[in-house]
């Protein structure tokens, strides 16, 4: 079964940080670029950021950029996003997806998600 597995999610504080971590399971993740979105309650789902198959490209959402980085470790089979400088508006549930490249219909390989929470 061809899918990908998110986790690293959780409960964190307004500046605080998070990794999240996607896991391709059943194919190699080495030949397709890796988009993370999310899905905040009561809204539409949103691209967060995206990487080549090669790291050599990322993009970004203007309202992560600066506080979050994208990166991949293909021996792993892995894509990361590292969350930083958190703030309450970053409350969603965060997928990834795979493309052939960054600009083309993604995949529809997403997992279940993982949620990240604020706490007051």
């Known amino acids: 079964q061809v899918h990908l597995v998110e986790s690293g999610g959780g409960l964190v504080q307004p500046g605080g940080s998070l990794r999240l971590s996607c896991v391709a399971s059943g194919f190699t993740l080495d030949y397709y670029a890796v988009g993370w979105f999310r899905q905040a309650p009561g809204k539409e789902r949103e691209g967060v950021s995206c990487?080549?198959?090669?790291?050599?490209?990322?993009n970004y959402a203007d309202a992560v950029k600066g506080r979050f980085t994208i990166s991949r470790d293909n021996p792993k089979n892995t894509v990361y996003l590292q969350m930083n400088s958190l703030k309450p508006e970053d409350t969603a549930i965060y997928f990834c997806?795979?493309?052939?490249?960054?600009?083309?219909?993604?995949?529809?390989?997403w997992g279940q998600g993982t949620q990240v929470t604020f706490s007051e």
């Open positions: 997806a795979s493309t052939t490249e960054c600009h083309r219909p993604f995949r529809g390989d």
């Open positions: 990487i080549s198959s090669s790291g050599r490209r990322t």
